[in-house]
């Protein structure tokens, strides 16, 4: 099969093995380096699918990211046709805005990498290779990011020299050195999609979807990046916008940056015969390549009345006619350009003269430059409106960040490469490294382009309906200047009143090309001076769209949640435990012996913490290290009762609330030193206790001298329980004086065990009885436990896990925040008024005023003994006071049952509940309707059912 719009030599193509694609079913042919948009412009196809909403027929208008109307669908939806590289077999269908999604299993696989960077450069063109070359040969860890396959950038699509030879030597030059330099990494065919606080980076990159699909199993279609760098180069370049005028959305209308693309890079030729329109220097170098060619160039069409001497006599020289001072007008053809309509342009935009016709199958336009600032943008970076570039460019920085290149306006080669070796070398010194800008080859016939004149909107023709419906602005969205002026007429002014009315830069490119000539068609219907007056739009991540694929990584199945084990989980799964997910941690839930059910091993395990001593990894709870000196006061105000007071080796018991004042969580905190406390949460609450703390530092008291570190995995710990645990731990630890005298209970101890292990031994009990919980660095933590069982081993210690802990815990009516509350539970709630201070302030202690939380029918924590005394009564379970009461409906709860467990000390089942004035019940009957029917009878008693004077746990 021929391409009849191939040229017959040039491009950076692969010639020696075409390769067959199909698009909306019709076989064609290509070569390896072809985007699916440059072959299908080889083949002569240029129109795609018809405009989302008004069913107008529209072409392949640009070669990069910000193409508005060649969307495919291919492995995925909505790709941009210009970005989809060729490979042998591939399958494209066209879209007319709207993508759907693959029923079929996509069995492709996308991966995350973490990393670090002294300087980060995105971009490979001229500026970002310089300024990468300046940061590595200072010896800083640098990463280059450029979304194209090779490097380059616009040097690829122009004819450019450096040094007085191809631009193209001295990139290939610049990038074997990179290559060859150690810290150095080079992600191609990566898109920097998001740029966060502290220069965190996003970075998509696209591993294997140009091999086809499937080429390598064992390697994912993609990869996201989370980069963290002290320094950022941004040299993303510039997007040439489109001009406004009537039937400026015609297939054969494209950008002229595009056209020199295709011609130079791709060795295609979009049109035989071309008019060029421009507002600036870039697009005579576009018209010079096409009449290279071969193709018939009709007229260069300049908005400046004086456009500058050396390119109007080169492009006369080359056979093509200048009309200076005028603008295309409108355009007419059906599936494709066949004319357009020419005319003066007076001072002041409007036309003039005769309108004059010009016969074309490609009409190049170049509206202008805009700085890509979406990265800059995202960094918090503000931008201000240069009045001479008519463009919107970097000002003032929010990070360690700097703007090169186009990025920044500037548009000679020379500059580019000065610009970015002076940022590499400044940007490897803020580093730590001692950097020196290199000397700077000189580039030839390269002068700094002359200042470009812009028209934002091109009037409609003398006596033609001035109705502005052929005038696209975003012909993604087909939105046209007639809707941007009845947003106007309906009050609005705001730029981002009037996108969001006229969906203008609401589509797959974010307004990347419509976006500028928009804000300059809203400043020309306001009457506003400039487009400065309007500003921009909120620039939004992600700079390009990615799936939730890639975002998810292999996040799914049995990766979908992350496993976390302890360091004593090998000794678990030995030993036959049975584990449950608590928090995205494995805890062993109980430990069966041969031929036991969960109940009897429970019973067991629970008859030999309350009769002699049993042990539990309980390294899963959380762990925050609060360290300042202001650390005491912070932890005053988070706790509803007082720490800074707190002597240094003792703990206490403390409850969070929100500022609603319901419970939020609990834990013992330990104080080490005078400005270091060792804070324990629950272990599923461990991270959102973390934020909660971050939060009220940073945005509320950022005044306080405080930093909060987790430790939860630093450190391993065993709880020793039982009557027996004093004589296993003084056999554990023989230098350490664990009388009760000594060692009393809420205090904590350094400690050497008898196998050289340093640890932290506190004095706690969740269990009321007698306890222990031995901290120690993680990679002890097998080491302490196997010693543990060692020391206890002559009295019969006996390991448990979370469901033996639940029925002791619950036995003492100790509650589990997140179980035993829900998000309306008070401490007063739960009979822990004795915790709430009275004399200082604390979050959440204001709501403790309101009447809702002094109510005397509020659901209070009990415990409740059916009568039955072998009746488990469920998890969930509502309870009604009156036994009549289900004889009709409604029927009006009073709470419901919160735990329930069996249990070895008291010889039955209990439970405890969230009951309606529940202190006031106790002693009564209250009954619980079971899904077979029966009612269930049970008295409402004192939560603490077990040793309520706490002498077993006092030891």
């Known amino acids: 099969m021929t391409q009849p719009h191939r040229l017959a030599d040039g491009g950076r193509l692969d010639r020696s093995t075409p390769v067959r694609f199909t698009f909306d079913g019709t076989e064609y042919t290509g070569y390896p380096g072809d985007t699916l948009a440059s072959a299908l412009l080889a083949n002569g196809v240029i129109e795609v699918a018809p405009s989302l909403y008004r069913r107008r027929p529209r072409g392949i208008a640009t070669a990069g990211v910000d193409e508005p109307h060649a969307l495919v669908q291919v492995a995925e939806p909505m790709l941009a046709a210009t970005t989809v590289e060729l490979h042998d077999g591939l399958s494209a269908t066209s879209l007319p805005g709207l993508g759907r999604l693959d029923q079929a299993s996509d069995e492709a696989v996308h991966d995350k990498m973490y990393g670090h960077a002294d300087v980060v450069v995105i971009g490979g063109g001229p500026a970002g290779l310089a300024a990468a070359l300046a940061a590595a040969r200072s010896g800083a860890r640098t990463v280059l990011v450029d979304d194209q396959p090779e490097l380059g950038g616009a040097l690829l699509s122009g004819h450019e020299e450096i040094g007085g030879r191809p631009a193209l030597e001295w990139v290939e030059a610049v990038r074997a050195e990179l290559s060859d330099t150690a810290e150095v990494r080079i992600l191609t065919r990566s898109t920097a999609i998001g740029y966060h606080d502290q220069n965190y980076l996003l ?171 979406h990265l800059w943008s995202q960094s918090r970076g503000s931008l201000r409106f240069d009045e001479a570039l008519a463009a919107f460019v970097p000002a003032q920085a929010a990070q360690q960040v700097r703007a090169v290149g186009a990025a920044r306006g500037t548009y000679d080669l020379a500059g580019c490469l000065r610009e ?212 005491g006061a912070f932890l005053d105000r988070v706790y509803t009762n007082g720490f800074a007071g707190l002597a240094v080796g003792s703990a206490r018991y403390g409850i969070m609330c929100r500022p609603d004042g319901m419970v939020f969580d609990d834990g013992v905190t330990v104080r080490l030193a005078d400005d270091h406390y060792y804070l324990t949460t629950t272990t599923g609450n461990a991270a959102a206790v973390l934020d909660w703390l971050e939060e009220w530092l940073q945005t509320e008291w950022p005044e306080l001298r405080v930093h909060c570190t987790s430790v939860t995995e630093q450190w391993a710990t065993v709880a020793v329980v039982g009557p027996e645990s004093r004589a296993v731990l003084a056999d554990l630890a023989p230098d350490l004086d664990v009388s009760k005298e000594a060692f009393p209970f809420m205090t904590a101890r350094q400690a050497t065990l008898s196998n050289g292990i340093p640890a932290r031994i506190c004095r706690i009990s969740f269990s009321g009885e007698l306890a222990y919980e031995i901290n120690v660095p993680s990679w002890y933590g097998l080491a302490v436990w196997e010693a543990v069982l060692a020391a206890g081993e002559g009295h019969g210690i006996t390991p448990y896990g979370t469901e033996t802990m639940h029925v002791l815990r619950a036995e003492k009516g100790y509650p589990i925040v997140g179980q035993d509350t829900d998000g309306t539970v008070t401490p007063q709630d739960l009979g822990m008024e004795w915790i709430v201070a009275k004399h200082k302030q604390f979050i959440g202690k204001r709501s403790f005023r309101r009447a809702d939380t002094a109510r005397a029918d509020r659901r209070r924590l009990v415990g409740l003994l059916p009568l039955d005394r072998a009746e488990l009564l469920p998890e969930g379970a509502q309870l009604i006071a009156d036994e009549t009461a289900l004889t009709g409906p409604p029927v009006r709860m009073i709470g419901h049952v919160t735990s329930s467990y069996r249990s070895a000390a008291l010889g039955r089942t209990f439970a405890l509940a969230l009951v309606e004035r529940g202190r006031d019940r106790i002693g009564e009957k209250v009954y619980a309707p079971l899904p077979d029917g029966r009612l269930v009878a049970a008295t409402v008693t004192e939560p603490v059912l077990l040793d309520p004077k706490g002498a077993r746990r006092d030891g």
Not at 230 to 246: D, I, K, N, S
Not at 521 to 531: D, E, N, T
Not at 573 to 596: S, T
Request: aromatic letters at 6%.
């Open 420 to 631: 970015g070796s002076a940022a590499g070398a400044e940007a490897a010194t803020l580093a730590g490294f001692e950097a020196a800008a290199p000397p700077v080859p000189p580039s030839v016939g390269d002068p700094r382009p002359a200042l470009p004149r812009p028209v934002w909107l091109v009037p409609a023709e003398e006596g033609e309906p001035a109705t502005w419906r052929d005038h696209f602005v975003d012909s993604q969205r087909d939105a046209t200047v007639a809707d941007v002026h009845r947003a106007i007429r309906a009050g609005m002014r705001s730029i981002e009143h009037i996108k969001r009315y006229t969906t203008i830069g609401t589509a797959h490119d974010q307004g990347k090309a419509a976006g500028p000539t928009a804000i300059g068609v809203i400043s020309r219907l306001l009457g506003a001076s400039s487009p400065a007056e309007v500003g921009t739009t909120t620039f939004r991540g992600p700079y390009t769209p990615v799936s939730f694929a890639l975002l998810a990584g292999r996040e799914r199945g049995g990766l979908f949640d992350p496993v976390r084990t302890t360091s004593i989980h090998p000794w678990h799964a030995e030993h036959g435990a049975v584990f449950e997910n608590v928090g995205q941690w494995k805890r062993p839930r109980y430990y069966p012996r041969p031929g036991e059910d969960m109940d009897a091993a429970v019973l067991r395990e629970c008859r030999a913490a309350r009769g002699a001593v049993a042990a539990m990894d309980v390294s899963t709870l959380g762990k925050i290290d609060v360290i300042g000196a202001d650390a």
């Open 203 to 373: 970075i998509a990159e696209r591993r294997t979807g140009h091999l086809g699909p499937q080429p390598l199993p064992a390697a994912g279609r993609g990869r996201l990046w989370h980069v963290r760098a002290r320094q950022v180069v941004l040299a993303t370049g510039a997007h040439e916008h489109p001009m406004v005028f009537a039937g400026n959305d015609r297939p054969g209308v494209m950008s002229a940056a595009a056209v020199r693309s295709y011609l130079n890079r791709y060795a295609v030729l979009p049109g035989r015969r071309a008019v060029v329109l421009t507002t600036n220097d870039h697009a005579y170098g576009t018209a010079l390549d096409l009449a290279a060619a071969g193709v018939e160039v009709a007229a260069l069409v300049d908005t400046r009345p004086q456009p500058p001497v050396a390119l109007a006599e080169a492009a006369r020289r080359a056979g093509i006619e200048v009309l200076a001072g005028s603008a295309v007008v409108g355009t007419s053809g059906d599936t494709r350009i066949a004319s357009a309509r020419i005319a003066e342009l007076a001072p002041d935009d409007t036309l003039r003269g005769p309108v004059r016709e010009l016969g074309c199958d490609l009409l190049a336009v170049s509206g202008g430059w805009s700085p890509a600032v």
